[in-house]
C-alpha cells in the first residue's frame, strides 16, 4: 500500500490544501488536514469545498487502492455540522465493488470523533492499471 500513497503524493490539489493521505488498504482511505485559514469561509466556518475535497481525497485513495485506476461517476455530500479550528479527518470505506462500479462512504469527522460531513462515491473502475511513479 505504500505505492498507493506514494501515487497521492502527485496528488496536487490536495497536498496544496494541506491534506495528508495517512492510511490505505484495499477499499480504505484516512486522509486528514490541519484547520487553517485558508480553508476558512467568510463566516470563519470551515469552507464547504474543503471538506468536499478531503472527502473525495479519501475516496480517490480507497477506489484506487487495489492498483486498477477508478474515477468518479457520482458524488454526494450532506454537512451535517459546522466547524472552526483543530484537525479533520476523512474516512472513507468501500460499500460494495465489482468489475466496474464500487461504492464508497465517507466519515469527515473532527479530533472528538463528531461527524462533520458524510460523503457517498461510486467509481467506475477502468480496464487498466494506475501508473506508479518510479
Not at 39 to 64: E, Y
Amino acid at each position: 500500500m505504500d505505492r498507493i500513497k506514494k501515487y497521492f503524493q502527485q496528488e496536487n490539489f490536495g497536498q496544496n490544501s494541506g491534506m495528508k493521505l495517512t492510511e490505505v488498504s484495499e477499499g480504505y482511505a484516512k486522509v486528514e488536514m490541519d484547520i487553517e485559514k485558508r480553508h476558512l469561509n467568510v463566516l470563519g466556518t470551515v469552507h464547504g469545498g474543503a471538506i468536499f475535497t478531503l472527502a473525495d481525497m479519501a475516496f480517490a485513495a480507497a477506489s484506487n487502492s487495489y492498483g486498477t485506476v477508478a474515477v468518479a461517476i457520482n458524488c454526494d455530500i450532506s454537512y451535517v455540522k459546522a466547524v472552526s479550528e483543530g484537525r479533520l479527518t476523512a474516512e472513507a470505506k468501500e460499500t460494495s465493488i465489482n468489475p466496474k462500479i464500487s461504492t464508497y462512504v465517507v466519515d469527515v469527522t473532527n479530533e472528538k470523533g463528531e461527524i462533520i460531513a458524510i460523503f457517498n462515491g461510486m467509481a467506475y473502475r477502468k480496464k487498466y492499471e494506475l501508473q506508479f511513479p518510479e
